[in-house]
Structure formats: structure tokens, C-alpha cells
């Protein structure tokens, strides 16, 4: 059974940082694409971010509000995935979830697993 | 960039259709998802790649990709299925490749 079990999140002021942790079981994660999407309070979904697996390079791509404050790393020996977050904002307030892409590679995929979500508050 | 656009909510009698839009630039020419959130609750995937369904997603549940719209058919609607519901597409051509529709609010009467 796939299981994806954030943690991390919290209270952090404006301008602090904090780092989100996706543990993973239940599949191979050294294979897989990764991503993570938030949700702000009653509002929609909004992706963040994903990693590729290393065979395929490893490599990240972001979200325009995130890019350049958010870092996202993948562990393969610990089947864990992260999300380092800077310089936070009143605006990253949201619940954050990471997910599993049905698919790896360039395939347009959708988002076959997801985890129950951490609670992130950034407020002074 | 690019844009899908949802209707905030849709209401339907239960063993009736749900006919659930998401409305793109030649979203026909994309692989359009679809995800349903339960309060409290992460989203689960119903329909993928337009019109697959996962394992354990009942048949009552399809999608249709043509055109300018996307569309997310629920038949024989049940209590169970009021959600809100979520369609997604890839946009590789935008700095903000993955793209959600806003949401449309499932309401059974």
C-alpha cells in the first residue's frame, strides 16, 4: 500500500523558514517523480514544485511564487522527500501536500497519491 | 499563462448526471485530470489522461476531452459523491507548467 506521511509543518513570522518532510513507503521512490502542492485556506489547489528521479537527472522546477525561495530534495536511501522553505510569506500560509506523478518522465501526469497534508502558518 | 475555468458549484439531484466543466484554450490538446476533495480530506484522483479511471474509481465516473472544454460526468449521483472537484493540466510552454481549474463545489440535493 502507498503511503505518503508528511511533517513538519507549523507557526513560523514572516521572512522564517521551515522544512516539510514527505516519508514514503509502498513503492519504489527512487523511481518516481515527485511533487508538491499546497492549499490555502478555503481556497484551490496549487502546485509548488517537483523533483525528477536521479536516473533522470534529479533536477527541480517551481512554481513562479515559490521559485527562488523554495528548495525541493529528495533522499532516496531514506525514501523521503523535502521542501525547504525561505523567506516566508503571510501568502504560503497553507496546507501542503506531497504527491506521486502517475507517471515519470515528460507525460503530462496527474497526481496518482497524495499525503494527508501538513499545516504551514506563517504569521507574525 | 494558461487558464482553466471551473464553475463554482453544481448542484444535481441524487440518481440524476453531474456534468462537471473545465474550460482551457484548445484544452483538447492537453491531458486534462480530475480530483476529488472531501472536507478535511486530501484529493484523491478519479479520472486520468481525460477519460481513465484508477482502480477502486466506480464506472459511474468518466471524462470527456474535445475542443475548448473539458468534462467530468458523474452518473447515478450519490450523497457520497458532494465534493468539491478539481481538473489539472501540464503547460510546458508556461513558467507555471502545472495549472488547476479554480473548483466546482458538487452539490446532491
Known amino acids: 500500500e502507498v503511503q505518503l506521511v508528511e511533517s513538519g509543518g507549523g507557526l513560523v513570522k514572516p521572512g522564517g523558514s521551515l522544512r516539510l518532510s514527505c516519508a514514503a513507503s509502498g513503492f519504489t521512490f527512487s523511481n518516481a517523480w515527485m511533487s508538491w502542492v499546497r492549499q490555502a485556506p478555503g481556497k484551490g489547489l496549487e502546485w509548488v514544485g517537483r523533483?525528477?528521479?536521479?536516473?533522470?537527472?534529479?533536477?527541480?522546477d517551481y512554481a513562479a511564487p515559490v521559485k527562488g525561495r523554495f528548495t525541493i530534495s529528495r533522499d532516496d536511501s531514506k525514501n523521503t522527500l523535502y521542501l525547504q522553505m525561505n523567506s516566508l510569506k503571510t501568502e504560503d500560509t497553507a496546507v501542503y501536500y506531497c504527491t506521486t506523478h502517475i507517471c515519470g518522465g515528460d507525460c503530462q501526469p496527474g497526481f496518482d497519491y497524495w499525503g494527508q497534508g501538513t499545516l504551514v502558518t506563517v504569521s507574525s | 499563462s494558461y487558464v482553466l475555468t471551473q464553475p463554482p458549484s453544481v448542484s444535481v439531484a441524487p440518481g440524476k448526471t453531474a456534468r462537471i466543466t473545465c474550460g482551457g484554450n484548445n484544452i483538447g490538446s492537453k491531458s486534462v485530470h480530475w480530483y476529488q476533495q472531501k472536507p478535511g480530506q486530501a484529493p484523491v484522483l478519479v479520472i486520468y489522461y481525460d477519460s481513465d479511471r484508477p482502480s477502486g474509481i466506480p464506472e459511474r465516473f468518466s471524462g470527456s476531452n474535445s475542443g475548448n472544454t473539458a468534462t467530468l460526468t458523474i452518473s447515478r449521483v450519490e450523497a457520497g459523491d458532494e465534493a468539491d472537484y478539481y481538473c489539472?493540466?501540464?503547460?510546458?510552454?508556461?513558467?507555471?507548467?502545472?495549472?488547476f481549474g479554480g473548483g466546482t463545489k458538487l452539490t446532491v440535493l
Open positions: 489539472q493540466v501540464w503547460d510546458s510552454s508556461s513558467d507555471h507548467p502545472v495549472v
Open positions: 523533483i525528477k528521479s536521479k536516473t533522470d537527472g534529479g533536477t527541480t
